[in-house]
T-cell receptor
Framework: ETGVTQTPRHLVMGMTNKKSLKCEQH?????MYWYKQSAKKPLELMFV???????ENNSVPSRFSPECPNSSHLFLHLHTLQPEDSALYLC????????????????FGSGTQLSVL | DAKTTQPTSMDCAEGRAANLPCNHS???????VYWYRQIHSQGPQYIIH???NKETNEMASLIITEDRKSSTLILPHATLRDTAVYYC????????????FGTGTRLQVFP
């Protein structure tokens, strides 16, 4: 148990559906991230939130819409996806302090395995 | 962040030490070496990080060469549960916005 919980664990959706992925962290962290992992490809950073503000959008298509209502919750809203969007979507959190003594490591959830039909 | 090069795959017998190499010849003075691993169908897990010389924790040891152009992650007594993809990442300590993963090394521990 990493302290980062993602739901649902698996999701199958059609190209015209709208769905949302949810991530919750119980670690008191102030930064949250969405990563995408397609089959046989490295993890790709999608979005970064620091203190609820989006600080990174790594050229992600607008059919993916993130939302961070507070520092403990992160959502990824999905609409009109394509089959090539099928992948494992991973959420992570970290504590950004700027303190040299702090290990600024990322804690990942188990991911949502998404299949787009 | 500096680019890293790792072997695609490695095998290790259970109980033996697993030594995973990583080349990072373009590393700059303020960049740290981080290691994560990803067990099948799970999110990556932090293992260890360091700036120079040697670091050790309960999971592993990290040895960085004197010129800092390469490093080795050592799992002293590999178990079957250590079978995973291991990622070596080089990044600036406070650049937490961008943890860039490569393709990693797939370590297979066999009985």
């Amino acid at each position: 148990e990493t302290g980062v919980t993602q739901t649902p664990r698996h999701l199958v959706m059609g190209m015209t559906n709208k769905k949302s992925l949810k991530c919750e962290q119980h670690l008191g962290h102030n930064a949250m991230y969405w990563y995408k992992q397609s089959a046989k490809k490295p993890l790709e950073l999608m979005f970064v939130y620091n203190f609820k503000e989006q600080t990174e959008n790594n050229s992600v298509p607008s059919r993916f819409s993130p939302e961070c209502p507070n520092s403990s919750h992160l959502f990824l809203h999905l609409h009109t996806l394509q089959p090539e969007d099928s992948a494992l979507y991973l959420c992570a959190s970290s504590q950004v302090t700027g303190d040299v003594a702090t290990n600024e490591k990322l804690f990942f959830g188990s991911g949502t395995q998404l299949s787009v039909l | 962040d500096a680019k890293t090069t790792q072997p695609t795959s490695m095998d290790c017998a259970e109980g033996r030490a697993a030594n995973l190499p990583c080349n990072h010849s373009t590393i700059s003075g303020n960049e740290y070496v981080y290691w994560y691993r990803q067990i099948h169908s799970q999110g990556p897990q932090y293992i260890i990080h360091g700036l120079k010389n040697k670091e050790t924790n309960e999971m592993a040891s990290l040895i960085i060469t004197e010129d800092r152009k390469s490093s080795t992650l050592i799992l002293p007594h590999a178990t079957l549960r250590d079978t995973a993809v291991y990622y070596c990442i080089v990044r600036v300590r406070y650049n937490t916005d961008k943890l860039i993963f490569g393709t990693g090394t797939r370590l297979q521990v066999f009985p």
